[in-house]
């Protein structure tokens, strides 16, 4: 094969022209990936569920619970005082105050940057899996752990941990977003490893609080994610159909509602 020349290889045109490209491929790849994971993590979850019921998980879930205790005093997490106040600190950024705040505001930054049907399906998406988790837990109705003293105030059903689900629709669901508006193959990296490990640092904290099962939190992620990829899946099909709006590029930076 012929070389091209170089003036060909960086002309702007072209490297639009290959971007493009490149961006059509990755939507046609995307949902595939997006409705894979669905099914995996769905299933997960079920099979998870269906263990939880029998009872399968529950030595387990004691031997985790009780590791994070100081064996002398059970109502004493380990590690020092201040990582306690710290986990504190951390599971309130799975709180339902703090996931209203965060969409919120992504919402209303989405709608001043002319991408009002993103805002829309944003506040959809995160809404919905909040109903959602609300609808397993009345489902499942499986008691908080009383194996050891909780760390803080808890009003709810324990199956799947609410704050391990909504961290991952939401927190996932954001970074996703976020990443594909982005060219910079850094940002991309950066942005979706600050939405996994924030999801991840809110389950360990629901543990190590004493308020979860193992199991509760594992769960309350497989589900998260699998909602956060239904509804990327989602968005990649309405971007397609051109009912809600592209990604930026430098060349539009977001497309009229």
């Not at 997490?77 to 600190?89: A, F, K, Q, Y």
């Not at 004493?210 to 594992?218: K, Q």
Request: one cysteine or more; glycine letters at 10%.
């Amino acid at each position: 094969m012929t070389a091209l020349p170089s003036g060909y290889r960086n002309n702007p045109l072209v490297s639009r022209v290959n971007a493009l490209r490149l961006a059509l491929r990755l939507n046609e790849v995307g949902p595939v990936i997006a409705l894979l994971a669905v099914s995996l993590l769905g299933y997960g979850f079920f099979v998870l569920a269906h263990e939880v019921g029998e009872g399968s998980t529950a030595a387990l879930d004691r031997k985790i619970l009780l590791a994070l205790r100081n064996p002398a005093d059970i109502s004493d997490p380990i590690g020092p005082r201040w990582l306690e106040e710290t986990m504190r600190d951390i599971t309130g950024l799975g709180s339902v105050f703090t996931i209203v705040f965060v969409t919120a505001a992504a919402c209303a930054y989405l709608a001043m940057t002319r991408r009002r049907r993103i805002a829309v399906f944003v506040l959809a998406a995160i809404g919905g899996g909040e109903g959602a988790s609300t609808v397993l837990k009345l489902f499942y109705q499986r008691p908080r752990p009383d194996l050891v003293p909780h760390g803080m105030e808890v009003f709810t059903a324990s199956f799947p941990s609410g704050h391990a689900m909504m961290s991952a629709i939401a927190y996932l669901t954001l970074a996703s977003l976020i990443a594909r508006a982005n060219r910079q193959r850094e940002v991309k990296v950066l942005v979706l490893t600050v939405g996994v490990s924030t999801t991840l640092l809110v389950g360990i904290s629901r543990l190590y609080l004493g308020v979860h099962w193992p199991s509760d939190v594992l769960a309350g992620w497989c589900v998260g994610a699998a909602w956060a990829a239904l509804c990327w899946f989602v968005a990649l099909v309405l971007q397609q159909r051109g009912q809600v709006e592209a990604p930026s590029t430098p060349g539009n930076p977001g497309g009229p509602s």
